[in-house]
C-alpha cells in the first residue's frame, strides 16, 4: 500500500520561504514522476511543479517559475517543494502526487496522492 505524508506547512508572511516535505512510503519516487498540486476553495487543483524521474527535469506553473524549486532525495524516498518569497496567493493546501511514466500536469493522472499540508501566507 503507497501512502504519501505532507508536512512542512503553516502559517507565515509575504515574502517569507517554506519548505514542503512529502515522505513516500510502498512506492519507490525514484521509479515516478512526482509531482506538486494545490487548491485553495472553490477553484479546481492547479499544478505547481514536477520532476520527472528520469532524468530529473522539472516544471513549474508560470505562477511560481522563479520562486518555488522541486528537489526529490532518492535515498530518502522523499519529495520537497521549496517556496521563496511567497505570497497571499499562494494560500492553498498543497499535494504531492505520484505516477508512473512522463509527467503530467492533470491530478487525475497521478494514482498516488497525499492529503495534503495547509500553506497561509498573510499580507
Known amino acids: 500500500q503507497a501512502h504519501l505524508v505532507e508536512s512542512g506547512g503553516g502559517l507565515v508572511q509575504a515574502g517569507d520561504s517554506l519548505r514542503l516535505s512529502c515522505a513516500a512510503s510502498?512506492?519507490?519516487?525514484?521509479?515516478?514522476?512526482m509531482a506538486w498540486f494545490r487548491q485553495t476553495p472553490g477553484i479546481d487543483r492547479e499544478f505547481v511543479a514536477m520532476?520527472?524521474?528520469?532524468?530529473?527535469?522539472?516544471r513549474y506553473s508560470d505562477s511560481v517559475q522563479g520562486r518555488f524549486t522541486i528537489s526529490r532525495d532518492n535515498a530518502k524516498n522523499t519529495l520537497y517543494l521549496m517556496m521563496t518569497n511567497l505570497k497571499p496567493e499562494d494560500s492553498a493546501v498543497y499535494y504531492c502526487?505520484?505516477?508512473?511514466?512522463?509527467?503530467?500536469?492533470?491530478?487525475?493522472?497521478?494514482?498516488?496522492r497525499g492529503q495534503g499540508t495547509q500553506v497561509t501566507v498573510s499580507s
Open positions: 520532476i520527472d524521474s528520469t532524468p530529473s527535469t522539472a
Open positions: 510502498g512506492i519507490h519516487i525514484r521509479e515516478h514522476s
Open positions: 502526487a505520484a505516477r508512473r511514466g512522463t509527467y503530467s500536469i492533470t491530478w487525475g493522472m497521478y494514482i498516488y
